[in-house]
């Protein structure tokens, strides 16, 4: 089981990609899906899921493309997995829902993985995507 899916990787990768060009003209779907072995069309995919959840602009026009909406200082690790892949869980149940399993009040195991859940929750909406510049410039 992978907790960040592949598809979450290459939203990493295009968002670094997009980090290290800031500042410059905004950069094709296609430069950007070429220069970091990502397939075109799911490129497209993941930059509209970025837009959307306002981690990158998209520019329009002959000279149009994709940059970062925001400073990499303000764009959280966590934010991109969810735009990517939903919700972060280690398990459904975790998240507090007694639909999902009506032993939750009394189960072990879920009061041992929600401290996994924090841990991995507090990881993530701590990494910046300028820390992850920070290890390429380095």
Known sequence: MDIIRQ???YAMRALVHLGLHRGG???SAKVLANKEDIPEDFAYKLLRHLAKAGLVES???IQGGFSL???PENILFLEVVQAVQGPVTVRKCILGK???CPRYDTCP???KLSD???TVTEFMSKLTLAKV???VDS
């Open 59 to 61: 520019h329009m026009g």
């Open 7 to 9: 598809d979450t990787d």
């Open 109 to 111: 195991v879920s009061a």
């Open 133 to 135: 510049l920070e290890a």
């Open 25 to 27: 003209e905004p950069i």
């Open 98 to 100: 007694s639909e999902a």
């Open 116 to 118: 996994l859940q924090e």
């Open 69 to 71: 909406a925001r400073d």
